[in-house]
């Protein structure tokens, strides 16, 4: 099962992430071979497969240091939601998202040897995080960016010989959008 991790404050900010259109660094190695990302290109929350015998907590507490080069930090509140899509999604309600942002894209970008600049970062999955605001996150996940042409064609290509057993889409992040609208309660001050 996949598990999606939705870290957010009380006034209604929301972090996000964007997919890298491609990746040589997995699993805390550069691989040497350029792979094409599933949902090149697009917005997301982190997240990825729930180990065996692994809570979902757990889980989105490890993709997204996997993802982020940062743990989770202090949160007020948490509670996932079972989609009937088959993923879950974890929400955990933090103070504050602004510097916690500028401290992952700092990870994010490029270091040596063409690895992320952070050493926590095992697989460089995101090229960028952003905080957005709950009443606009619609007009992020679950909506379709266009890719760069040399991008797009290796997406077309891959799609038209490969077929996977297991496939999800950013669908799957409109519902995130729409379920985070429905749960977050905003506190104005």
Not at 85 to 114: D, P, Q, S
């Amino acid at each position: 099962m996949q598990v999606y991790t939705a870290l957010y404050t009380d006034s209604g900010i929301v972090l996000i992430a964007m997919k890298r259109h491609e990746n040589q660094f997995w699993d805390g190695a550069n691989t040497g071979i350029n792979s094409l990302m599933k949902q090149a290109g697009q917005f997301c929350l982190p997240g990825g497969k729930q180990n065996s015998g692994e809570t979902v907590y757990e889980c989105a507490k490890r993709e997204f240091l996997e993802e982020t080069g940062v743990q989770v930090p202090m949160y007020s509140e948490s509670w996932d939601w079972a989609s009937p899509a088959g993923f879950t999604l974890v929400g955990f309600k933090v103070t504050a998202l602004t510097e916690l942002e500028r401290r992952i894209n700092a990870g994010l970008a490029r270091g040596h040897g063409n690895s992320p600049a952070n050493s926590a970062v095992r697989d460089w999955e995101l090229s960028e995080v952003s905080v957005v605001a709950l009443s606009v996150i619609e007009d992020f996940l679950g909506k379709h960016n266009d890719l760069p042409p040399h991008i797009q064609a290796r997406v077309d290509q891959e799609l038209a010989v490969r077929r996977t057993r297991y496939n999800h889409s950013i669908d799957w992040y409109g519902q995130c959008a729409r379920e985070l609208k429905r749960r977050i309660r905003i506190t104005y001050r």
